[in-house]
């Protein structure tokens, strides 16, 4: 959701511009350009497609107006960073404008640098919508070696939100600076991710030498302040990690307020301020939910008539909401609830303002709540950013339990949200501001259950008869319930794959579903087979029919972000065996209680016994984590941690045939 800030116009503002300080761009030397155009593998990343070898930008707001200078030189090193760097697109304001765009690419051949530039019909411009405008061009003959340089100034009348500076992005970088020039009237906090140690610096000339520093200057009449940063490493995703926003390293230029003539004026207010005007004044938003709605009236009556508990009339309301209205894709987070009720569809934050009109229609704190998924920069609770927002979910408190509820799809149970949308800190809207509350991914337990039993068969001496009941967890059972869309066929084949016959020889196997069309029950699924027993001395068999992982999730080598997993895990595995006649047990596995960490963040315990006289073989396992997040230092000691599941997984009992 994009979120317009206020339009502020001031009065003629003094202040002076000052250029950027450090470093040099390659292209104006050209012993330097040659160099870089010779030059095919950087120590900053041997395998890199591409090397931003130097870039710089500048943001200076003068008389309420943005102008925004970029400049970029990069060496092409891969075919696949072609396509990818040749285009440029600049999007800016729907009142903004680009200009004096240059751009250039540089080859050499037959050992002379050639230079090749954009031509002003090169140039394209193009229209999103009112509020969002493009200029993009193409830098001519970009090849395995070329450098590419280009530059432009975005200027944006009656603005002062300024872009944030990335100094790292999908390419490494030798050399990124940024310098930005705010008059002093104006309040503003400089928030800086990096992953180094940024110092500060009073010489001019520590700014060309430098890993990571930054500079003000005293003796302009405004707030200026330089930041370098040097080699710095691509960013590469990782598995187990939220948006690649919460880890690039940048600067984001927050102003808060401007102080003219003794009085402060806020620019970007705090979050009640701005929730109530963003959700509760604008027409079609979530001030729906706090009005009479008195069209709810006889619907909310028959479907809490005979009960007075408040949780029961929260489960109605909510299982009606969801198994009745039909979410559509798109759309914004302004709709007319009453629209919404008629037609019984809308989109999501649509489907869950009506529910939260419903809660409240009878008599329920229920409340909305903003939130932005994991795909998403997580939400700042300091100040509002609120770019990221997109979700809309609703929130009833019962007693001293809070319940997020998403009714717009059909699979999810009452108090669970799709595991994406616990990305950390969320605002609940309400007339007085709201307040801000934690969606944690530690708060998603999905714990799952196997009772397995395996006996001799009553018809036949060389078979036994194995039963597995599967109880999902929350989590799974919603997405298998997601997967399903009224077809069990594919997923029966996925679920059947997943069933292990280790080394014995087992018949067709029959799978049962219960509970598929009842989403506020944790899903069951049985198994039932006959296994066949080998007329052999000595057999070998793997009690694991489910393997809690298929194979160790964390397989690279190293990890440098942290390990973000979407929900606790806890499963259980219970095994019974009574062994067949004419068979004893030879050997089977110790029992063993592994742990990761203190306080134990994650525990297997592998238990087993052996009834010698009523010939019964028992198992209990278990797999429970106590959080969702890990540092990159424990990434080594974690994926040891699985090895060892995955070891205990592969161990074998031995039955032997009695003489």
């Not at 408040?310 to 909510?318: D, I, T, W």
């Not at 036994?464 to 989590?475: A, F, N, S, T």
Request: charged share 25%.
């Amino acid at each position: 959701m994009r979120v317009s800030y206020c339009l502020i116009t001031f009065l003629a503002l003094l202040t002076a511009f000052r250029g950027l300080a450090g470093g040099n761009n390659i292209v104006e030397n050209e012993q330097t350009l040659r160099q870089y155009l010779e030059q095919t593998v950087f120590p900053v990343d041997t395998g890199a497609q591409a090397i931003v070898l130097y870039e710089k930008g500048s943001a200076e707001l003068y008389e309420g107006n943005l102008t925004y200078r970029v400049e970029k030189t990069i060496k092409i090193l891969g075919k696949d960073a072609i396509g990818d760097l040749s285009e440029v697109v600049l999007p800016y304001g729907g009142h903004g404008y680009v200009r004096r765009i240059s751009g250039t690419t540089y080859n050499l051949e037959d050992g002379k640098i050639v230079k090749q530039s954009i031509e002003r019909d090169d140039m394209l411009k193009d229209k999103i919508d009112k509020n969002t405008k493009l200029t993009k061009f193409s830098l001519p003959s970009v090849k395995v070696g070329s450098i590419i340089h280009y530059s432009y100034i975005k200027e944006q009348p009656g603005f002062l939100y300024v872009p944030d500076w990335y100094f790292q992005e999908k390419y490494p970088k030798l050399y990124s600076t940024f310098s930005m020039s705010i008059p002093r009237y104006i309040i503003y906090d400089a928030l800086l991710r990096v992953n180094v140690a940024m110092h500060a610096t009073e010489k001019e000339s520590a700014l060309d030498t430098c890993s990571a520093c930054f500079m003000d200057d005293p003796t302009t009449q405004a707030n200026v302040r330089t930041w370098v940063r040097r080699d710095v490493p691509a960013f590469r995703e990782e598995p187990y990690m939220s948006s690649e926003q919460n880890y690039l390293e940048r600067i984001k230029i927050h102003v808060s307020s401007v102080r003219l003539g003794g009085i402060t004026y806020n620019v970007l207010k705090d979050w009640p301020s701005f929730s109530t005007e963003a959700f509760i004044k604008s027409e079609g938003s979530c001030g729906q939910a706090f009005a009479r709605n008195g069209f709810l009236e006889d619907k909310v009556t028959e479907l809490t008539k005979g009960t007075t508990d408040e949780l029961a009339k929260a489960q109605a309301l909510y299982s009606y909401v969801r198994n009745h209205y039909t979410r559509v894709s798109g759309g914004t987070f302004s709709t007319d609830i009453k629209k919404v009720f008629e037609e019984q569809k809308s989109n999501q934050p649509g489907i869950n303002l009506l529910l939260t009109a419903f809660l409240r229609k009878a008599g329920l704190n229920s409340v909305p709540v903003i939130l932005s998924t994991r795909d998403q920069e997580r939400l700042n609770m300091l100040f509002p950013n609120p770019d990221p927002v997109n979700c809309l979910v609703s929130m009833v408190t019962i007693g001293k339990r809070q319940y997020f509820l998403d009714a717009s799809y059909r699979f999810l149970p009452f108090g669970m949200l799709l595991p994406e949308c616990y990305n950390g800190y969320c605002r609940t809207i309400t007339e007085a501001g709201g307040s801000g509350v934690e969606l944690e991914p530690d708060s998603l337990l999905n714990k799952t259950v196997f009772m397995v039993s395996l006996m001799p068969s009553e018809k036949d001496k060389q078979k036994l008869r194995l039963k597995l009941q599967e109880q999902l967890g929350i989590v799974t059972s919603a997405s298998y319930r997601s997967s399903w869309q009224k077809d069990s066929t594919k997923l029966k084949e996925n679920i059947l794959n997943s069933f292990n016959k280790g080394t014995m020889s087992i018949e067709t196997v029959t799978c049962t579903f219960k509970n598929m069309d009842r989403p506020d029950e944790r899903l069951l699924i049985e198994f039932e087979t006959q296994v066949n027993l080998r007329d052999a001395g000595t057999l070998y068999f793997d009690p694991y029919f489910i393997k809690f992982q298929e194979k160790n999730p964390f397989t690279a080598a190293t990890r440098h972000y942290m390990i973000e997993r979407e929900y606790r895990e806890d499963i259980n595995y219970v095994l019974n065996f009574q062994l067949p006649e004419g068979y004893e047990l030879d050997d089977y596995p110790k029992s063993s209680v592994f742990k990761f960490n203190n306080p134990e963040q994650i525990v297997m315990k592998n238990l087993m016994a052996y009834d010698e006289q009523g010939r019964r073989f028992s198992l209990n396992s278990r797999l429970s984590s106590n959080t969702t997040l890990f540092p990159a230092d424990d990434y080594n000691d974690l994926r040891t941690f699985y090895e060892k599941v995955m070891e205990l997984q592969q161990q074998k009992i031995v039955l032997k045939k009695k003489d």
